[in-house]
């Protein structure tokens, strides 16, 4: 079974930096764009970053300049470096990939991980 394994977040001040990294586990064969979405309480979840395989990432423009995202094709792994984090980046961070794997592509989730920009 394919998984989406995030690691990073926490808990940073204004200004600060965090790094998200995700990891697709399992037999996976191919993957196109992968990306990074956000959830923040009572908003619907958008899309931060995305970096299609072999192209230019995207951002979405309330980080643009803050947020860098990057992909190891030979480790199946994205990666959100954050910096200059404002309390308006507070959110639930989901990683999000387009995977081949089991004869189909199928689109994957990572569990979630909380990242909280307060003093």
């Known amino acids: 079974q394919v998984q989406l394994v995030e690691s990073g977040g926490g808990l940073v001040q204004p200004g600060g930096s965090l790094r998200l990294s995700c990891a697709a586990s399992g037999e996976v064969f191919s993957i196109r764009a992968m990306g990074w979405y956000r959830q923040a309480p009572g908003k619907q979840r958008e899309l931060v970053a995305s970096?299609?395989?072999?192209?230019?990432?995207n951002y979405v423009d309330s980080v643009k300049g803050r947020f860098i995202i990057t992909r190891d094709n030979a480790k199946n792994t994205v990666s959100l470096q954050m910096n200059s984090l404002e309390p308006e980046d507070t959110a639930v961070y989901y990683c999000?990939?387009?995977?081949?794997?089991?004869?189909?592509?199928?689109?994957?989730w990572g569990q979630g991980t909380q990242v909280t920009v307060s003093s």
């Open positions: 970096i299609p395989n072999g192209s230019s990432p």
């Open positions: 999000n990939a387009r995977l081949y794997y089991g004869g189909a592509w199928r689109t994957g």
